[in-house]
């Protein structure tokens, strides 16, 4: 069972950074495609961010173009989500899910595992 870990969620003030990782239990990371979904109450969940395994491509959502940053870490063995600029509206639990295609990455059902989420919440 691979069980995907979030981390560094927190309170910022608007204009802020955070900066989150994800990593799992017991395998390398880098051999999966790993994505950032997030979802505020009372909306659907939102893909933001998502780097694959065959060659470390960042692909954004929406969401995520222009303010936050994906990336790697193989000797840390977990993937940082870089969040920039934050809005209240990018208040939400994040999501770090973990996939073994690298395709359709902005699709949630490409990823079998998901992490419990940690909450990121911006304050105006």
């Known amino acids: 069972q691979v069980l995907p870990v979030e981390s560094g969620g927190g309170l910022v003030q608007a204009g802020g950074s955070l900066r989150l990782s994800c990593s799992a239990s017991?395998?390398?990371?880098?051999?999966?495609?790993i994505g950032w979904f997030r979802q505020a109450p009372g909306k659907e969940r939102e893909f933001v961010a998502a780097?694959?395994?065959?060659?470390?491509?960042?692909y954004y959502g929406e969401a995520g173009k222009g303010r936050f940053t994906i990336s790697r870490d193989a000797t840390r063995n977990t993937v940082n989500l870089q969040l920039n600029s934050l809005k209240p509206e990018d208040t939400a639990v994040y999501y770090c899910a973990l996939a073994s295609d690298a395709y359709s990455v902005n699709r949630a059902s490409l990823y079998g595992y998901w992490g419990q989420g940690t909450q990121v919440t911006v304050s105006s």
């Open positions: 017991g395998r390398t990371i880098t051999t999966y495609t």
């Open positions: 780097i694959r395994w065959n060659d470390d491509s960042p």
